[in-house]
């Protein structure tokens, strides 16, 4: 094990030596800002653009650097897993080199992700099992498209969990100029909780299992949904189920997502109780808590509530392959 530092929960490291977080220092001790400047921008959540644009994790920041100025800190696996996807190509992803890692656990299909890697040990690839702290490479600057000084390098670090195994065949139906290389480990198909509020989970909870974090996951909005199969979604994270169905093929669904766009309640309706007039392709919100200006998925209306171009995408893609 790579890192000094112990375990927290249930083994669970930090990704790196910097272990600020963790000692309740300020987030100038462990936040890596952008060319803004601001700490805040190298957080989870409405961090960017003045609260406008969601960040999707978090900027780990180095404290390791050699004489000669290169950026040493190690970055190791969160916990035991299997590598899902590697990335070694920079100029195929705004990650540049990045690495995910699958932790299935019980029913929850949750996984962790390494960007901007500067150096990917070369044992690592997909299929590979891993143990909580194991070194899987060194921080760096790596992207396709976005210029980071070489004196900004950190971890771009995400928890996420895959919106639909199937992305790939949903991505050639639309109308990117670019190819997808990543199948569907995708950036846009990896739906990312905040980090910070997971390590503080299990630092209060240190017996609690991995899945019972995201089953806590606050609802802020529901939805009505008819799938014309099984949803791909369910089938690897089944404990979001909540009720019995009858069928594993199609049915209705009443969905109920995050503030940011995480589906983590799943109410199948026997087809019996849904209105004659309800549009199988069609999606109906059924109700409306809050929301945050980053993550703008529903639309207060004259006759209820409408969803805005985000939640019509992010349906689209959880629907995808039915």
């Not at 569907?184 to 997971?198: E, K």
């Amino acid at each position: 094990m790579p890192f000094s530092q112990a375990k927290y929960g249930k083994d669970l490291i930090w990704p790196t030596p910097n272990t600020a977080f963790l000692e309740h220092q300020e987030p100038e001790a462990y936040l890596q800002p952008t060319a803004s400047g601001r700490i805040q921008s190298g957080d989870w959540g409405c961090s960017r653009n003045d609260g406008l644009k969601f960040h999707e994790g978090i900027d780990l920041k180095s404290i390791r650097k050699s004489s000669a100025g290169m950026i040493m800190d190690p970055v190791g696996a969160i916990a035991d897993g299997t590598i899902a996807y590697v990335n070694r190509d920079v100029s195929e992803s705004n990650y540049g080199q990045y690495i995910v890692i699958s932790h299935f656990d019980r029913g929850i299909e949750w996984c962790s992700l390494y960007a901007h890697l500067g150096f990917i040990e070369p044992k690592i690839h997909a299929g590979l099992d891993v143990k909580a702290g194991q070194k899987i490479g060194i921080m760096g600057n790596t992207s396709s498209s976005i210029q980071i000084p070489k004196g900004s390098s950190h971890l771009h670090f995400e928890i996420v969990l895959r919106l639909n195994s199937k992305f790939n065949a949903w991505y050639q139906q639309q109308n990117y100029k670019t190819p997808n290389s990543h199948a569907s480990w995708n950036g846009m198909n990896l739906q990312g909780i905040n980090p910070f509020d997971f390590y503080d989970y299990f630092i209060e909870a240190p017996e609690q299992p991995f899945f019972s974090y995201f089953l806590k996951e606050p609802v802020s909005f529901e939805v009505l949904l008819h799938f014309d199969s099984y949803p791909d979604f369910l089938f690897r994270n089944p404990l979001f189920l909540r009720g019995k169905t009858s069928s594993k093929k199609s049915g209705w669904y009443k969905v109920g997502f995050t503030w940011f766009g995480l589906p983590v309640n799943w109410i199948p309706i026997n087809e019996k109780h849904i209105d004659n007039r309800f549009d199988a392709d069609q999606i109906y919100i059924q109700s409306f808590k809050h929301e945050k200006p980053c993550r703008n998925f529903v639309n207060e209306t004259s006759d209820g509530f409408a969803p805005t171009r985000l939640l019509l995408k992010q349906i689209d893609l959880l629907r995808a392959g039915n």
